[in-house]
């Protein structure tokens, strides 16, 4: 217990003091999370408001897929990631394995699904309203569309933010495309496994502590968003 508590009165004092190694890590996280959380809502919410308005052969099926990958394991996406991208792979020539980039690919394919079906329930929802106006007005289905963006951006936000979480906390897949690369690579989550592993105690309980206050702020966020929406005042 006695190096339990040393660990953690190293842990903050690092963090008091802005540890550099800290800082740097967390910054990085933040970095490729926050890009491939961009990236992601750019395809997932048109494509949750497109499979909103829009019929078309297969529609059922591309839903049941997209609510079927939310489960799909990281570890396997950094796998097929890592072939696509490695010297024999079809886009290995690019030469982008094991940089914040294949990372940002990784976190793209795996948080997705999860922003597309959680958007795609409320973006539904909210076309059942609008169904008749929107037909009534002549509108067409870019505008049907920018609409319903528009109109359910808040639940669109905590579909985002529930992304988020989901790409801080993720280190199968940016352990196998990313390589824990120090000062190039790591980031939270591998951090922490690597210094777990190397029994440094302090910096790995630091960049738990970070790591878990990042998630709490995610969580207390969506909380909020949801309480604010049900009550009507945003």
Known sequence: MSELWDGITQAFWLIFTLDADLVEITLRSLQVTLTAL???????????????VRRFPFRRITIAVLNALMGLPPVVVGLIVYIFLSR?????????????????IAQVIIIVPLIASIAHQSLRDLW???????????????QRIRTLLWDSRRALLTAALAGFGRGIGEVGAIMVVGGNIDHATRVLTTAIALETGKGNFALALGLGFVLIALAIAVNLT??????????GRW
């Not at 169904?131 to 870019?142: F, R």
Request: net charge negative.
């Open 38 to 52: 961009l990236i992601a809502c750019l395809i997932a919410l048109p494509l949750a408001a497109v499979l909103s």
């Open 88 to 104: 024999s792979g079809p886009f290995g020539v690019f030469g982008i394995l094991f940089t914040p980039t294949a990372m940002i």
């Open 222 to 231: 969506i909380h909020w968003l949801s309480h604010t929406e049900r009550e």
């Open 128 to 142: 059942a309203e609008y169904h008749d106006l929107l037909i009534s007005m002549n509108t067409t289905q870019g």
